[in-house]
């Protein structure tokens, strides 16, 4: 089995590395490829990824290479997870917008948009040449935002899943705080890539009781911490949101936080210099603690899940992935990319049924379904005018003065990676 990492010269890519050699008796890699243009991270990294897989003495063989075409040549799957323009256009995506009272961040709102615009356009480049050489290969999607850059990826007809870690990242906490096994923990998680809430937890399976109201009640103030809101607020819903729901329901609050302290890009990049600096370190043999600063926890356990299930060797049976609507949420169309829990094989995803939505969310789903349309336009075709359309239809912005100002920024901090402007 081979699997190619793009973006391999990512500081992730231990964790990842670290899960493929834990985990070889659920996703038996023999050949795994980094790929990366840039070699001043791609060698360190790679270096320590041999060190990771001699150290648990995995028997597959690690690649780095710099020729996309050669790494994904023959690939099983190919994982994506990119940042086009580095650490340098999400500190601009998470600083103008601020100037504009806006949400500073890099899925949501306009900086979100601004990655859309520079990242869809690449990674469709990429997807063309992975089938070219490998027509059945899988895409997995880590790059974000995930539920544009999959649409994107269904939309040109590739093999393709997105993947995040929210929900993982709750499977485990919830295990952790109800003292079982994360295994036994299945969410009801619904809604779309970093706009999702936990409308239930079953023990055991999708049939399984649903022990959210005491979970709530006995470890409310837990959750509450975990996702930063308020506990009466997760009381008066009754159901969990994910972290990124603060946006939205703490959206003045939160820009004025932003406002008075470092951004998280700054706080990455100063972290990815000193990862570098310990990844070039030869008797490093594992992954660094300061790492798990770095996010993307559990990523390697659900990336991994998730290839085993779509290249038939195993993996869970039921996870938490983006993939087409298909009629599962009724009130969106059906080419719309969600974030549900399905049942995953080498067919692909199928997402579970999901019951009714209270409108107080399905509302929500449904008004950025329609940015996140307007946005994957504005990438694919380009244009001011598309830009101003999607900015005007997402909920954190609204108003024709504030879409028309954030274009222009918008525009003006990414120009040299929009080939139209």
Request: glycine share 10%; proline share 6%.
């Amino acid at each position: 089995m081979k699997l190619t990492v793009v973006g391999g010269g990512s500081t992730y890519t231990p964790e990842l590395v670290d899960g493929f050699a834990r985990l070889r008796d659920t996703l038996p890699v023999e050949e795994l490829v980094l790929v990366d243009p840039a070699t001043e991270r791609l060698e360190p990294v790679g270096g320590l990824a041999r060190r990771i897989f001699a150290r648990q003495a995995h028997p597959g063989r690690i690649v780095t290479t710099s020729d996309l075409d050669a790494g994904v040549d023959g690939a099983d799957a190919v994982l994506l997870q990119l940042r086009v323009g580095g650490q340098a256009a999400r500190e601009q995506d998470e600083t103008w917008p601020l100037e504009c009272g806006c949400i500073g961040q890099e899925t949501t709102g306009a900086g979100g948009l601004a990655k859309a615009l520079r990242t869809v356009p690449v990674v469709l480049d990429i997807a063309e040449r992975v089938r070219r050489t490998n027509p059945r290969a899988w895409i997995i999607d880590f790059t974000n935002p995930v539920g544009i850059v999959t649409r994107a990826l269904l939309q040109a007809g590739h093999r393709a899943v997105g993947l995040c870690n929210v929900a993982i990242g709750f499977q485990r906490k919830f295990a952790a705080l109800l003292g079982t096994d994360p295994k036994d923990v299945h969410l009801d998680h619904v809604g779309l890539n970093h706009l999702t809430w936990e409308t239930g937890v079953r023990l055991g399976g999708p049939e399984g009781a649903d022990v959210l109201p005491e979970l709530l009640a006995g470890h409310g103030d837990a959750v509450a911490d975990d996702v930063r809101l308020p506990r009466p607020l997760l009381d008066r819903l009754g159901v969990v949101p994910s972290y990124y729901l603060r946006y939205y329901y703490a959206h003045d609050e939160v820009v004025r936080e932003l406002r008075t302290k470092p951004s998280r890009a700054a706080e990455v990049a100063a972290m990815e210099r000193e990862l570098l600096a310990m990844y070039r370190d030869p008797e490093l043999a594992e992954k660094p603690a300061l790492l798990a600063k770095r996010g993307g926890a559990y990523y390697s356990e659900a990336a991994v899940d998730l290839a085993a299930a779509l290249l038939g060797g195993g993996g869970s049976p039921y996870q938490v992935v983006n993939t087409l609507n298909k009629g599962t949420l009724p009130f969106l169309p059906d080419e719309a990319v969600i974030e549900v829990q399905a049942a995953v094989g080498p067919a692909g995803p199928v997402p579970l049924p999901v019951a009714g939505l209270d409108p107080l969310f399905s509302g929500l789903i449904a008004n950025v379904t329609a940015y996140e349309e307007l946005a994957l336009e504005a990438a694919l075709r380009g244009g001011r005018d598309r830009v101003f359309r999607a900015l005007l239809a997402h909920p954190l912005i609204g108003q024709y003065a504030y879409a028309d100002t954030l274009t222009d920024r918008l525009v003006a901090h990414n120009r040299e990676h929009l080939a139209w402007a």
